[in-house]
Structures are given as structure tokens and as C-alpha cells.
């Protein structure tokens, strides 16, 4: 008996590793998949939809047994050989779900706001990538070059500055000197003191940093306010209260999903000032980009600004994909749809399309909501 608990201890792990790993990788694998997926249904001008994993269970069945026979040696009858042997058995259930309701509809189609956007650039993420993925347009404010530059092949020229601007912001971020903060400033209010009692008083000194001008018979109450994430090339806690308040109310007059930017000359990357708003879209437009530009609107080439440094990467596509009629044999992971084959393209700039691949990935999980669902369909795979 503790031979055999022995055996059943040893299976036990190395079945749960497995299994373990080998789901983690099937969930993974069918994520990609549907991305692929769905690019695939945006560039053929088909609705979009998604499948989930909500939940696996894989039970484990072990059986043991035990014998003995005669040895092949020795005389006959009187040495026994011992025998042990075992089995194992897994039968996984696996529910899948439809990911659609008004909820997850809605999350799909709203635009994401700007904490999303400054989550990822505090990752690392190249603000390159992200922008030319999230980003819908460019909106700047005055001077020759104020107006709205839409990150969308066909809109020529606005498509190219906009492609210059991130790059831009690409070259500071490079370098080192890109910040993405909030604007923090105190505001402060005044009122009359007899209108407040001592209890009030006691209560407001929780929230409020609170001062008394005898000589004006006034309450001055002081607040420390976390406003609206900026782009920028400088410290925005070097500049004076006023100046971050005032930048914070004109981002606030602005879309949730707008992210201001405020590239000012005298700091790194200041040759080029740039004052204004990247407008970010939804998943649903994201996916939909890059869908219509494998043929119905193309990116190319746009090289950078006179003013800008040199830059890294510049790639033509945002995310390059390889479309054929057969199934190409050298990329990690396609999905057919229709007539064609969706991968990522092998080719020069794979590096970019990987990680771009992988944002994306990050992205839908922002979108997604929780798939544990009443009466969820189950599919059973019994091995």
C-alpha cells in the first residue's frame, strides 16, 4: 500500500502540471484566434462577435492494481515477482459562452478613456504603437497648424501629420523625457466664518486644509485636486498652480476619451511644439482600422518631421498582416475566414507586430466583462 500512495502522489502533480499549462496555452491560442478572427470578418465588412472560456473542469481518474507472478529465475514455485500498474483517465468540461449583451455591446463600442491609455505608456509600451492604435485623431489647438488630423489613410494630409506627431512623441519617449501625469493643483474656497460652527468646521478639516482670517472674518478652505493625465516633455509639477489649473480646465472641457499633449519649445522635442487633444476610439473602430486597411484603405510611408530626431521604428503598417488562400506554413498562429487565411506577417517588423499583437491582446481584456453566466452551454470531452 505505501507503493502504491507513492505512485498516486507521483501521478497526481505531473497530471495537474500538464493540465495546467496545456488549458493555459488552448485559452491563450483561442484569444489570438479570435482577434485574427474578427480583423478578418472587419476586412471582409462582416459583424463582429466573440466566443469565451468561462470555465474549465478537468477531473482525474486514477485506478491502481497490484499482483505478483512467478520470477523467470530461481526455482520454480517458490519466488514471487511483484507487479504494480495503474491508469489515468481525464475528462475535462469545458463552458463556453457568447460574449454579447448590452454590456459587453456597450464596452465594445465606447471609446476608451485616457486612464486606459496612461495604464499602458506606464508599462513601457511604445506610445508609437499605442497611439496608432487607440487614437482616432489628432486635434491641435492655434497657430497655422490647429485643426483635426485623423489617423485614417485617406485623409492624406492629416493622416500624415498625424503619423508625424506620434513619431514625435515617439523620439522623446526614446530619449527619456516623455511624462505622463497627472495635474495636480489645490483649489481653494472662501466663506463667510459665521456661517460655520465649530462641528462643521471639525468635519471639513478631514477633506480640506482649513485657515482662519480674522481680519476678513473668512474661512479659507484648501484642497489638493488630482485632475486630467498630460503628455508632455516637461515636469508638470514644475509649473505654477494657476498654470496647472488652467491646463487642467481646458483638458476638463474636453471628451473623456480625449488625452491632452503639451510639447513645448525650451524642453526635448520642443523644435516641434505641439498643443492639443488625441481623440481615442473604441475596440469595435480598432479592430475595424485594422481590418480596412489590409485593402480598402492602405497605410504608407510617412517619414518623420524635419524638427523630429531619429527614431527607432517606423513602420508603414500598424499591425502588418498576411492574408492568402492558403494556409501559411510558418507563422505561429492563423485563423481562416471565408476564403482566406488571417496571420500576423512573417516578414521585416515581425518584432512590431508581435508586440502590437500582444497590446491588442491587452486591450480586449480591458473590454472584457466577467463570462460566468446562468445556463451557460456546456461541452463535454470525454478522453
Given at each position: 500500500?505505501?507503493?502504491?500512495?507513492?505512485?498516486?502522489?507521483?501521478?497526481?502533480?505531473?497530471?495537474?502540471?500538464?493540465?495546467?499549462?496545456?488549458?493555459?496555452?488552448?485559452?491563450?491560442?483561442?484569444?489570438?484566434?479570435?482577434?485574427?478572427?474578427?480583423?478578418?470578418?472587419?476586412?471582409?465588412?462582416?459583424?463582429?462577435?466573440?466566443?469565451?472560456?468561462?470555465?474549465?473542469?478537468?477531473?482525474?481518474?486514477?485506478?491502481?492494481?497490484?499482483?505478483?507472478?512467478?520470477?523467470?529465475?530461481?526455482?520454480?514455485?517458490?519466488?514471487?515477482?511483484?507487479?504494480?500498474?495503474?491508469?489515468?483517465?481525464?475528462?475535462?468540461?469545458?463552458?463556453?459562452?457568447?460574449?454579447?449583451?448590452?454590456?459587453?455591446?456597450?464596452?465594445?463600442?465606447?471609446?476608451?478613456?485616457?486612464?486606459?491609455?496612461?495604464?499602458?505608456?506606464r508599462q513601457g509600451v511604445d506610445v508609437d504603437l499605442v497611439?496608432?492604435?487607440?487614437?482616432?485623431?489628432?486635434?491641435?489647438?492655434?497657430?497655422?497648424?490647429?485643426?483635426?488630423?485623423?489617423?485614417?489613410?485617406?485623409?492624406?494630409?492629416?493622416?500624415?501629420?498625424?503619423?508625424?506627431?506620434?513619431?514625435?512623441?515617439?523620439?522623446?519617449?526614446?530619449?527619456?523625457?516623455?511624462?505622463?501625469?497627472?495635474?495636480?493643483?489645490?483649489?481653494?474656497?472662501?466663506?463667510?466664518?459665521?456661517?460655520?460652527?465649530?462641528?462643521?468646521?471639525?468635519?471639513?478639516?478631514?477633506?480640506?486644509?482649513?485657515?482662519?482670517?480674522?481680519?476678513?472674518?473668512?474661512?479659507?478652505?484648501?484642497?489638493?485636486?488630482?485632475?486630467?493625465?498630460?503628455?508632455?516633455n516637461f515636469d508638470p509639477a514644475t509649473l505654477s498652480n494657476?498654470?496647472?489649473?488652467?491646463?487642467?480646465?481646458?483638458?476638463?472641457?474636453?471628451?473623456?476619451?480625449?488625452?491632452?499633449?503639451?510639447?513645448?519649445?525650451?524642453?526635448?522635442?520642443?523644435?516641434?511644439?505641439?498643443?492639443?487633444?488625441?481623440?481615442?476610439?473604441?475596440?469595435?473602430?480598432?479592430?475595424?482600422?485594422?481590418?480596412?486597411?489590409?485593402?480598402?484603405?492602405?497605410?504608407?510611408?510617412?517619414?518623420?518631421?524635419?524638427?523630429?530626431?531619429?527614431?527607432?521604428?517606423?513602420?508603414?503598417?500598424?499591425?502588418?498582416?498576411?492574408?492568402?488562400?492558403?494556409?501559411?506554413?510558418?507563422?505561429?498562429?492563423?485563423?481562416?475566414?471565408?476564403?482566406?487565411?488571417?496571420?500576423?506577417?512573417?516578414?521585416?517588423?515581425?518584432?512590431?507586430?508581435?508586440?502590437?499583437?500582444?497590446?491588442?491582446?491587452?486591450?480586449?481584456?480591458?473590454?472584457?466583462?466577467?463570462?460566468?453566466?446562468?445556463?451557460?452551454?456546456?461541452?463535454?470531452?470525454?478522453?
Amino acid at each position: 500500500m505505501p507503493i502504491l500512495c507513492g505512485l498516486q502522489g507521483c501521478f497526481s502533480p505531473l497530471a495537474l502540471d500538464r493540465a495546467v499549462i496545456e488549458y493555459d496555452k488552448v485559452t491563450t491560442d483561442i484569444l489570438s484566434k479570435q482577434l485574427l478572427l474578427n480583423i478578418g470578418r472587419a476586412h471582409q465588412h462582416q459583424p463582429m462577435h466573440f466566443t469565451g472560456v468561462s470555465n474549465i473542469a478537468a477531473t482525474f481518474n486514477f485506478q491502481f492494481n497490484a499482483g505478483a507472478t512467478p520470477a523467470f529465475t530461481g526455482e520454480v514455485g517458490s519466488v514471487m515477482t511483484p507487479i504494480f500498474g495503474g491508469t489515468m483517465s481525464e475528462n475535462p468540461t469545458i463552458s463556453i459562452v457568447p460574449i454579447e449583451g448590452e454590456e459587453f455591446t456597450r464596452r465594445l463600442l465606447t471609446p476608451f478613456q485616457e486612464n486606459k491609455l496612461t495604464m499602458l505608456l506606464r508599462q513601457g509600451v511604445d506610445v508609437d504603437l499605442v497611439l496608432r492604435l487607440l487614437a482616432g485623431e489628432l486635434r491641435l489647438n492655434g497657430g497655422k497648424q490647429g485643426g483635426v488630423y485623423l489617423n485614417k489613410p485617406t485623409d492624406g494630409d492629416g493622416y500624415r501629420l498625424f503619423r508625424q506627431a506620434v513619431l514625435h512623441l515617439s523620439a522623446i519617449q526614446d530619449s527619456h523625457k516623455l511624462f505622463v501625469e497627472p495635474l495636480v493643483f489645490s483649489r481653494s474656497w472662501n466663506l463667510p466664518a459665521e456661517s460655520l460652527n465649530a462641528e462643521q468646521l471639525a468635519v471639513l478639516q478631514k477633506d480640506y486644509k482649513v485657515e482662519f482670517s480674522a481680519d476678513q472674518k473668512k474661512v479659507i478652505l484648501t484642497k489638493r485636486v488630482t485632475g486630467r493625465i498630460l503628455l508632455t516633455n516637461f515636469d508638470p509639477a514644475t509649473l505654477s498652480n494657476d498654470e496647472r489649473l488652467r491646463l487642467h480646465e481646458e483638458a476638463d472641457q474636453g471628451a473623456e476619451n480625449d488625452v491632452s499633449v503639451d510639447i513645448r519649445a525650451g524642453y526635448p522635442g520642443g523644435e516641434w511644439p505641439l498643443h492639443g487633444v488625441f481623440r481615442l476610439r473604441s475596440f469595435h473602430n480598432v479592430l475595424n482600422f485594422i481590418g480596412q486597411t489590409i485593402n480598402d484603405d492602405p497605410e504608407y510611408p510617412v517619414d518623420k518631421h524635419p524638427l523630429t530626431p531619429s527614431v527607432s521604428e517606423n513602420p508603414v503598417q500598424t499591425m502588418a498582416l498576411l492574408v492568402s488562400e492558403d494556409e501559411p506554413p510558418s507563422t505561429e498562429i492563423s485563423v481562416r475566414f471565408g476564403d482566406n487565411y488571417y496571420a500576423l506577417r512573417p516578414e521585416t517588423g515581425y518584432q512590431w507586430n508581435r508586440e502590437g499583437f500582444r497590446l491588442l491582446c491587452q486591450i480586449f481584456q480591458m473590454t472584457m466583462t466577467d463570462l460566468a453566466r446562468k445556463g451557460a452551454p456546456e461541452i463535454t470531452i470525454s478522453k
